[in-house]
């Protein structure tokens, strides 16, 4: 069983263009988080979605960024128009369903440089 | 809305120390409390999860504990190792939506 793979593990982008930054969670695992981590600070969570749908999406900028987690394929996570400010490590974990209080495994992290 | 907070920040020992690490937590509606560690620049590792209806959990020479009603957890970390340098993140889950809110860690360091 596989752990939760994210990809690409870097990502450079220019001022201006689109991050796209993926999700395959565990096998099993419906629902995925993902979180921020900006240099020398914590994980700031994001949001948490189900199978296409969005649960909770209080730690998401207004604009600019958009999650989703299809009913088949990995969870995404956009990121439009990038600035400098945006450069941070993303991370995604999951989670079974239906159980109160399951652990969560996280993935490896997206590291966005934006130049 | 949930805050964590993580004492001390930062702890440089020599190996073979016992370690205290402390969590608190200002809302104490949660599902159950994990502690990470996350090595630099790599993801998180889990090493201890904690159910709201139990007190301690052990693995080797972490045990973590658990006062959800006073909203603290502590992690022990016994006969320290070189290998043990880390950053420790607790993060409780929280009820509802099953979040987890993190602290901002501690950064452990042990000397050989």
């Known amino acids: 069983n596989a752990g939760v793979m994210q990809n690409p593990r870097h990502l450079v982008r220019r001022r201006g263009q689109e991050a796209r930054l993926r999700c395959s969670p565990m096998k099993g695992h419906s629902h995925v988080y993902w979180y921020r981590q900006l240099p020398e600070e914590g994980l700031k969570f994001m949001v948490y979605l189900q199978k296409e749908n969005i649960i909770d999406e209080s730690g998401m900028p207004k604009e600019r960024f958009s999650a989703e987690f299809p009913k088949e394929g990995p969870s995404i996570l956009r990121i439009q128009q990038v600035v400098r400010g945006d450069s941070a490590a993303y991370f995604c974990?999951?989670?079974?369903?239906?159980?109160?209080?399951?652990?969560?495994?996280f993935g490896q992290g997206t590291r966005l440089t934006v130049v | 809305k949930q805050e964590v907070t993580q004492i001390p920040a930062a702890l440089s020992v020599p190996e073979g120390e016992n370690l205290v690490l402390n969590c608190s937590f200002t809302?104490?509606?949660?599902?159950?409390l994990q502690w990470f560690r996350q090595d630099p620049g790599k993801g998180l590792t889990s090493l201890l999860l904690?159910?709201?209806?139990?007190r301690e959990q052990t693995s080797g020479r972490l045990n973590a504990s658990l006062d959800k009603s006073s909203g603290r957890s502590t992690l022990y970390i016994a006969a320290s190792q070189p290998g043990d340098s880390a950053t420790y993140l607790c993060a409780p889950g929280g009820s509802g939506t099953y979040k987890y809110i993190f602290g901002t860690g501690t950064r452990l360091k042990v000397l050989a």
């Open positions: 904690i159910q709201s209806s139990q």
């Open positions: 974990a999951s989670s079974p369903p239906g159980l109160q209080g399951a652990e969560a495994f």
């Open positions: 809302d104490s509606a949660i599902y159950n």
